[in-house]
């Protein structure tokens, strides 16, 4: 089963990147490689109270030069479509603002449980200024200070409440789990068609139980296996999605689904840098 993800949503500069910092500490995160951006690590893990999970900033994840309120939308459905629990974090001493305003409707409307941390309450009498972010209708305000590490306990309980049951998959125990990693159009697809030759026995054909890739069930040598091939899956439409941001939290998850990864390349483009970024996270 994969781990469950957080998606950290709010405006720049209301302390997304300080808070994500403080839940994943010195772990390994992944950064987005743009020259001449800083570089934001953007996806990472964490644990609270034994429960793992993934954590993404979304804040660190930009869509060409579009206007600031088209970014935070769009910010905002990545963290809706990829996210168990959202944090929305708001700047307590700039109170509410019109585009909180926006993304507590989006993240309202979507259903999905969100987290409302109200940041920079550095100090125990500033407890005051969290009243009025009652009024964005997405539950009780809890103040955070991401620069002195308080209240962040308080935000990651919250979250672990809304965390789904470990449901696993349906796969027997013994299955072998492969995954195919790579980046777009390396061949997957071509790949999984060709291992499912003729005189393979294909079980099913059934969506991945994360919604994320197509699992192919099949059995050799009585032994089943099942294919995870997280190719295709990239959804059309959506600003951010021509960003290929997605394959990265796609891969991860269906990274931590497998037994076993197999880490597709082209062979005639060689090794970029994307693949090294790839490989890194099997
Ligand atoms: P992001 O744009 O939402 O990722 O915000 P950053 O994490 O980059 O933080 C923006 C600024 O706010 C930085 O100068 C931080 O040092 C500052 N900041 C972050 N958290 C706090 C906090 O709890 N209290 C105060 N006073 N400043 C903070
Ligand atoms: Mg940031």
Redesign the pocket.
């Known amino acids: 089963m994969s781990k469950p993800v957080i998606a950290i949503v709010?405006?720049?500069?209301?302390?997304?990147?300080?808070?994500f910092n403080r839940i994943v500490g010195e772990r390994v995160a992944i950064v987005e490689d743009r020259p001449g951006v800083t570089r934001d690590r953007i996806y990472s893990h964490g644990e609270w109270l034994n429960r793992e999970f993934n954590v993404i900033?979304t804040?660190g994840i930009e869509i060409g030069d579009e206007p600031l309120l088209v970014q935070m939308r769009a910010q905002a459905e990545l963290a809706i479509k990829e996210a168990d629990v959202i944090i929305f974090?708001v700047n307590g001493r700039e109170g509410v603002t019109a585009a909180d305003q926006e993304v507590a409707k989006l993240l309202f409307r979507s259903k999905k449980p969100v987290v409302l941390g109200v940041?920079?309450i550095?100090h125990p009498d500033m407890q005051e200024e969290l009243y009025e972010f009652y009024s964005l209708g997405i539950g009780d305000p809890i103040p955070?200070?991401?620069?002195?590490g308080l209240g962040l306990g308080d935000l990651l309980d919250a979250c672990v409440e809304h965390f789904p049951e470990d449901e696993g998959d349906d796969y027997a125990e013994d299955t072998i789990r492969i995954s195919l990693i790579g980046r777009p159009n390396v061949g997957k697809s071509s790949l999984v068609n060709a291992m499912l030759g003729e005189e393979r026995v294909i079980v099913s054909n059934i969506p991945g139980t994360t919604r994320d890739a197509i699992d192919t069930a099949f059995s050799r040598d009585d032994q089943e296996y099942v294919l995870i091939d997280t190719a295709g899956m990239r959804k059309r439409g959506k600003v951010y999605e021509s960003t290929e941001k997605y394959s990265v939290l796609r891969s991860l998850k269906a990274i931590e689904r497998s037994d076993v990864v197999l880490v597709v390349l082209n062979g005639e483009e060689g090794i970029i840098e994307q693949d090294k970024k790839i490989a890194g996270y099997a």
């Open positions: 709010g405006r720049p500069n209301v302390g997304k990147s300080t808070i900033d804040g974090i940041n920079k550095d955070i200070s991401g620069a002195h």
